[in-house]
Every structure is written in C-alpha cells, then in structure tokens.
C-alpha cells in the first residue's frame, strides 16, 4: 500500500525566513496531495493541495511543487510569521478502484516560528 | 461556512465499555471517514463509508468497531469493547463528490479510556 515519509520531523526558522518541507510517497499512481496544518488541539486544516497533472501551486505565501518522476512533493512558506507555527501533515490518496480517497498521512512536521 | 462536527468533544469510559462517537458531515457531502490520532503522532486512517456501506477498513478498524448512517445527518462509530489503547483524538471527515476532492475535518473526539 502507499506510504508517506515526511521530513523534517521538526522545524525552527526566524520570523520572516522561509520553510519548506518534504515529503516523498511510494505508490507511483497516487494522484492527490494534500497539505494539512494542526495547531495544538485542533482538527487538520487543509492548506493547499496539488493533483498530479500540475508540477507548482501556489496561494499566497505558500506554495507545494511536485516531483512525480521521483514521487516527492514539497511545502514552502514564505515570509514566515509566529502564526505558522503548527505541524504541518502531508497526506497522499492512493489510486481510486483500491480506496474510496482514505488519506495516507505523513509523521508531521512541528514548525517553529521565533518572533 | 459549513464545518463538520462532532460530539462529544471529550469521553471518557472504563477498559471493555461501549462507545458511540457521533459526527454530522457536511449537508451535501456523500463520501464520509473515520480517522484517529494517538497524541503526538500523525492521523490513522480507519474507515471510509459511501452510499450507506463502507468502501475501504485499515487493519486497525476490526471487529470491535463498526460505523453507522443511523439517518440522513450523523454518521456514528461504535467502539464494543474499550480497550486502553483505543485512547487517541478521532476525527470525522467528509468530502464532496469523487473521493479525490477536499476532506474537511470535524474538531475531534477525545476518547480516554481508564
């Protein structure tokens, strides 16, 4: 089945520095990627989200590109600010016929912004 | 803007007890999901549930679960017998129409069981 790696596990940047995070899948045909931001206690938001047949989407200040040829995809925030801290989740949905779109999510990563 | 829901926001029961965790999808949503997360670690995909049966279980959703559409509006998952570590966040989800769009999360349900 499909499997997510996420990396790093925990990030720390300077209010106003960029972050990106990484995630690779193992299913080729997965086709859906979603990024998803969970503030203490709270439910998973969804962020942004790219399908397979589009390489770079951006909104704002974040943006998510994807490799499909080496099955990685990425989250970048630009001009960080103290409310992104968070933990981020990247999530892939394994191709349709075998799931009905249930989310394989990454380990998350815990960002950090220092004001 | 419609949200999903989820009641309660917090239970707490006694190791073999029954518990009904209750989510109201949102209204024109047909494709609704179960997920749960041990504290600290990332969501568990558990069950996903179309046109009143379910589409696809993980290994983690075995005989002591099972969900339910009682009627047009809540989608509930049983858990028979607790077990201490069934202890986790449970999250409802829903997305619109083919499975590949948006799923929007419910707050959760704490569930701790003693």
């Known amino acids: 089945g499909e499997n997510v790696e996420q990396h790093p596990s925990t990030l720390s940047v300077q209010e106003g520095d960029s972050a990106v995070i990484k995630c690779t899948y193992s299913?080729?045909?997965?086709?859906?990627f979603p990024w998803y931001k969970q503030e203490l206690g709270k439910r998973p938001q969804l962020i942004i989200d790219?399908?397979?047949?589009?390489g770079e989407k951006k909104d704002q200040r974040i943006a998510v590109t994807l490799n499909k040829t080496a099955k990685h995809f990425s989250l970048h925030i630009t001009e960080t600010q103290p409310e992104d801290s968070a933990v981020y989740f990247c999530?892939?949905?394994?191709?349709?016929?075998?799931?009905?779109?249930?989310?394989?999510f990454g380990k998350g990563t815990k960002l950090s912004v220092k004001p | 803007e419609p949200e999903v829901t989820q009641t309660p926001s917090h239970q707490v029961t006694q190791m073999g007890q029954e518990v009904i965790l209750r989510c109201v999808p949102i209204?024109?949503?047909?494709?609704f999901y179960w997920y749960r997360q041990i504290l600290g670690q990332k969501v568990e995909f558990l069950v996903s549930?179309?046109?009143?049966?379910?589409?696809?279980k993980s290994e983690i959703f075995d005989d002591q679960f099972s969900v339910e559409r009682p009627d047009g509006s809540n989608f509930t998952l049983k858990i028979r017998s607790t077990k201490l570590e069934d202890s986790a966040m449970y999250f409802c989800?829903?997305?619109?129409?083919?499975?590949?769009?948006?799923?929007?999360f419910g707050p959760g349900t704490r569930l701790t069981v003693l």
């Open positions: 989800a829903s997305s619109e129409t083919e499975a590949r769009n948006e799923q929007f």
């Open positions: 299913d080729s045909a997965s086709n859906y």
């Open positions: 999530a892939a949905i394994p191709p349709y016929g075998g799931s009905q779109g249930n989310l394989i």
């Open positions: 790219i399908r397979s047949n589009v």
């Open positions: 209204s024109n949503h047909l494709y």
């Open positions: 549930f179309y046109n009143n049966e379910i589409s696809e």
